[in-house]
C-alpha cells in the first residue's frame, strides 16, 4: 500500500484527484475504473476539520517513483501483518482498519 495524499481542485471529482495525484507524486498511471471507493473519515481533529477519502488503486502502469522527496523521505513496502503501526498516523491507521473491517465510514474527533 501507497499513500497518495492531495486536495480536490475546483471542478474535480475525488477520483479524479487520486488520479491526477498518482501522477503527481508517484509517476504513476491510472485508468479511473481501477479507482475503487474504500473508506471516509469525517476528521473533527485539530483545527482542519475535512472528509478524508480513502481509495484502493486495483492496477496502474508505470514504475513507482518518490517525486516529492521533500514530503516524502522514504518509501518502503510491508506485508499487512509487518505495518510499523507506530509510524502511521492516526486518521490514516483509522482508515487501514475500517478498510479492513470493510467500513466504509468513521469518525475521529478530539
Not at 473519515?41 to 502502469?61: A, E, Q, S, T
Not at 503501526?85 to 468513521?106: D, H, N, R
Request: aromatic letters at 10%.
Amino acid at each position: 500500500m501507497v499513500g497518495i495524499a492531495g486536495h480536490i481542485e475546483e471542478n474535480e471529482t475525488a477520483t479524479q484527484a487520486i488520479v491526477r495525484e498518482a501522477k503527481e507524486e508517484l509517476g504513476i498511471d491510472v485508468d479511473i475504473k481501477d479507482v475503487e471507493f474504500a473508506h471516509i473519515v469525517h476528521n473533527l481533529v485539530g483545527d482542519n476539520k475535512r472528509m478524508d477519502f480513502y481509495f484502493l488503486i486495483k492496477d496502474f502502469k508505470g514504475e513507482l517513483q518518490n517525486l516529492e522527496p521533500s514530503k516524502c523521505t522514504d518509501m518502503q513496502f510491508f506485508s499487512k501483518d509487518k505495518l510499523p503501526f507506530e509510524k502511521i498516523a492516526p486518521t490514516t491507521l483509522q482508515a487501514l482498519q475500517s478498510v479492513w473491517a470493510k467500513k466504509y465510514y468513521s469518525e475521529r474527533q478530539e
